[in-house]
């Protein structure tokens, strides 16, 4: 194998690795909840100020980035997930559901993903880049943004984390 990166090697384990790190968050702050006698919908319910997105939605948007980011690098269509979730459990089956998405993808399909065009609205508006420019400048960034504030959420209400829990163990 070459040393140059692939697309499915660049995409697929940091991906992995961002949303198993962020379910172990969301596992502390359950634990916080359930050992303080805290309700957990209070947690799910808090954000960093009034005009972000409380816990539940960042969650929600970091499974959704990176289930699209992999979808369509690979070209798939992109599937639907409801924003219904109202527990840690409920939760942390959307990431379950999302790595399994993940890792059902096979290898192959990122060939070429680099150079795939790949076009997304925002804000409404169409938007298109290569594949290399969506995940470097679109999936990268906005899932590490609502993982980073997830945790930020969880520490900022007391819940016992450090930087080796947001990093995870290699």
Request: glycine letters at 8%.
């Amino acid at each position: 194998m070459s040393d140059t990166p692939t697309m499915y090697r660049a995409t697929v384990p940091v991906l992995q690795r961002a949303l198993r790190n962020l379910a172990n968050v969301l596992e502390k702050g359950r634990a916080h909840a359930e050992a303080r006698k805290i309700d957990p919908a209070v947690l799910l319910g808090c954000r960093l100020a009034p005009d972000m997105f409380a816990l539940t939605r960042q969650v929600q948007i970091a499974a959704d980035i990176a289930k699209a980011g992999a979808a369509r690098l690979a070209g798939h269509e992109v599937p639907a997930f409801e924003d219904n979730e109202t527990t840690f459990e409920e939760l942390q089956a959307r990431i379950g559901r999302t790595l399994e998405l993940i890792a059902g993808i096979p290898a192959a399909a990122y060939d070429g993903a680099a150079e795939r065009e790949v076009s997304i609205k925002m804000r409404g508006n169409p938007v298109t880049f290569t594949g290399q420019q969506y995940w470097e400048y679109f999936v990268i960034p906005n899932v590490f943004f609502h993982a980073t504030t997830a945790y930020a959420i969880l520490r900022h209400n007391g819940v016992e984390l450090g930087k080796s829990d947001f990093l995870g163990m290699p």
